[in-house]
């Protein structure tokens, strides 16, 4: 599966430029309060797609695993 990016993004033309959590918040999936970020997924081997949950980090966790 390769990630094509988040979801929200394919939703309009301008999706990629709408604050994340007002699209977050209307997109149908429980992402705002579980922290995750959902982004489609495309196989190029079989045509297969599906919406992935991945976890949000936030740059602050970033910086304390340095």
Do not use: K, W
């Amino acid at each position: 599966m390769d990630n094509q990016g988040r979801l929200a993004d394919f939703f309009a033309d301008y999706s990629p430029y709408r604050e994340y959590d007002h699209v977050d918040m209307s997109n149908g999936y429980a992402d705002v309060q579980n922290e995750q970020c959902i982004h489609y997924a495309f196989c190029t081997n079989c045509g297969r797609s599906e919406n992935v949950a991945i976890q949000e980090v936030s740059t602050r966790d970033i910086y304390e695993s340095l």
